[in-house]
């Protein structure tokens, strides 16, 4: 087991990575230390050279937590994992060398913790394949104990005496089996938790069945794994040691074909094989050339389904958004019949506007209710004539070209284009007074359908209260659309694209859009955009 003077403090590089535990966390915190202290115990058997494990399944339970709460939880990690090695003894305050028992028990969280940030801001801007889930969760898989073991090596070479081992050989030998160990109890223990995880939170309600593609992929499974442990055994049998190609090149195959669930219980059969040998009394050399060996197995085989299941994910991102683009398509002929339209009725519509002002002046000191017919005539025409006006503006080519926009304007012509929806839904629009001055730079048309959308999401999920304003934060304005969720849970019809639009146009203009769900209920869409200063 990983001796607590094995390890030094890998600092933290950014607040981002720890913040205060919520009560929501608790629970989750108390089954972790729990769940570590029992993972940490079943190491022993496959302890290694420099006290390492060559399996150590807390590490996998680490990083599990981590993963699935945020690594927003470290520093909550590392205080666990502290109470209960203090609990079993292995930190004794009264003893010389305390401190630095704290600090090898402190450091694996941390670096963890660091790990699971880094990869999570590099998948988040990246446009590569590797940030397509899951192969982020595969990348922090190998990249944390990785550097964990990374993290020892100072020590390890400037406080030999503490890791037990002597010279450049052993103290690598060490470390080697410190990162084999961990990535064998990651791969093997994270996903399963992660996946009982998923499962009770988002329980499905048809279970999935049994059908002739799952037969004929467990077949093909089954038969290409068992010829890779037949070829295996043989040449074990003649005299070639225990290669690890066959083994490798089955679970690889598995994955690539049937993805990572797949490729983990082919993983699992291989490492039940394995790991009861492993765990007698045999050469500490012997054994870790085993689990290298498995440990190569086992990356290899889950990045090769986590790549699998990536692709899939992708080809299905791109079929919608090829729908997207049918439904772009669709939209501009309808814009430009619109604008079409607009054009031939805009002409009659402004005359008649005109008389009807003009029957509604000469009226004025007639019958009463010719008066007030005249008016309500004349109020018609003007607010039918500024429809009009705006939809001729908003179809437009001038309003595709970026351009300085008055938030307060742009606001408004997004009340009045959700208006009629607003109605009929009957919902309550609230749209509070906007600074004039607030300002961004963009397209009108498509920063207007952005926030129509998010305003049409909350319309239909609310229970009849909308709000709709903005503000400034520093050099940003910021528009929040927020609705409390009402218990509605039939799915509205449509495509289910208009987030996804919404969130593509406000990242094109330099912006964010992110959608928080608070416990009393309420839903917010948060849009922020650069400013673009004072309107003149």
Partial sequence: MPSPNHFILFPIASAGCASMPRPADLPWLVGYALAFAYAHYAAASWGGQGYYSLLYPAAGVRLALLWSRGSRLTLAVMVMELSVQTAAGVINPGQSGWLTAVIGVARPALTYGLAIYLVRS???????SLSVAPMPFGLAAVTAPVAAAVASLPWSLLSP??????????????????????????????????????????????????????????????????????????????????????????????????????????ILIVAALVLPYTATDMPVADRLALHMSLASIVVVGYLAGSFADAQIRARKDVSRRDRMLFQAERLKTLR???????????????????EAKHLHE????????????????????????????????????????????PVSALIDTVAALTSAETKAARVTLD???????????????????????????????CDGHVSL????????????????????????????????????????????????????????????????GVVA
């Fill in 161 to 266: 005496e503490l890791t037990g081992v002597v010279g450049m050989r052993q103290t690598v030998a060490s470390l080697t089996g410190f990162a084999v160990g961990d990535l064998l109890g990651v791969l093997l223990v994270a996903p399963p938790l992660l996946w009982l995880g998923q499962s009770a939170q988002n329980r499905p309600e048809n279970p999935v069945r049994l059908t002739l593609h799952h037969l004929r992929a467990l077949v093909e499974g089954s038969l290409v794994l068992s010829v890779a442990i037949a070829a295996s055994m043989l040449l074990e049998h003649i005299g070639l040691g225990v290669p690890a190609a066959p083994a490798l090149l089955a679970v690889a195959w598995i994955g690539l074909r049937f993805g990572r669930t797949a490729s983990w219980w082919a």
């Fill in 122 to 128: 590099v998948a988040a801007r990246s446009r590569s």
């Fill in 431 to 461: 749209v509070p007074a906007i600074d004039p001055d607030l300002a961004v730079v963009g397209q009108e048309i498509e920063l207007a359908q952005a926030i129509v959308n998010l305003v049409r999401n909350a319309v239909q999920a």
């Fill in 362 to 405: 000469i009226t004025v000191s007639a019958d009463p209710e010719i008066a007030k017919t005249a008016a309500l005539i004349d109020r018609k025409a003007e607010a039918l004539a500024t429809l009009v006006r705006r939809l001729r503006r908003f179809g437009g080519r001038s309003v595709d070209e970026p351009s300085t926009l």
């Fill in 336 to 354: 430009a019949m619109s604008v079409a339209v607009i054009h031939e009725i805009s002409q009659p519509l402004s005359t008649l506007a005109i």
């Fill in 469 to 532: 304003f903005a503000h400034r934060e520093d050099d940003q304005v910021v528009v929040t659309v927020a609705n409390r969720c009402s218990d509605r849970t039939t799915p509205q019809p449509g495509m289910g694209v208009g987030a996804l639009v919404a969130r593509a146009i406000i990242e094109a203009h330099g912006g964010t859009l992110d959608r928080v769900s608070q416990p009393n209920g309420v839903t917010r869409a948060t849009l922020a955009l650069p400013s673009a």
